[in-house]
């Protein structure tokens, strides 16, 4: 079963870039959506950005749409997420998670079957 390692987390200033990746292993991201969640403490999960394998189909929240850019690299089975002009509420815990392409992007948690553990994203002001 494939299991997914979410990387690149850490503390960075506002309007600093960083780029979280997520990796899988034990299978690949074949005919899968992969998707970025985040979570802030107190808050609910929500959907960040997600990418389809191997189409390519790209969707973006609001609130990350034109900073954060999602990317896909097949040769090492991983997901990046790149984000920029970074804001403090976009502190949270960053979740990449995956699900069968049948149904295409969507943007609830709960329509996903397998997480990451996560890593942690803090922008201080």
């Known amino acids: 079963q494939v299991q997914l390692k979410e990387s690149g987390g850490g503390l960075v200033q506002v309007g600093g870039s960083l780029r979280v990746s997520c990796e899988a292993s034990g299978g690949t991201f074949s005919h899968k959506v992969i998707a970025w969640f985040r979570q802030a403490p107190g808050k609910e999960r929500e959907f960040v950005s997600a990418i389809s394998w191997p189409i390519g189909h790209t969707n973006y929240a609001d609130s990350v749409k034109g900073r954060f850019a999602i990317t896909r690299d097949n040769a090492k089975n991983t997901v990046n997420l790149r984000m920029t002009f970074l804001t403090p509420e976009d502190t949270a815990v960053y979740y990449c998670?995956?699900?069968?392409?049948?149904?295409?992007?969507?943007?609830?948690?709960?329509?996903?079957?397998?997480w990451g553990l996560g890593t942690q994203v803090t922008v201080s002001s």
């Open positions: 998670a995956t699900k069968n392409y049948a149904d295409g992007i969507t943007w609830a948690p709960r329509t996903y079957d397998r």
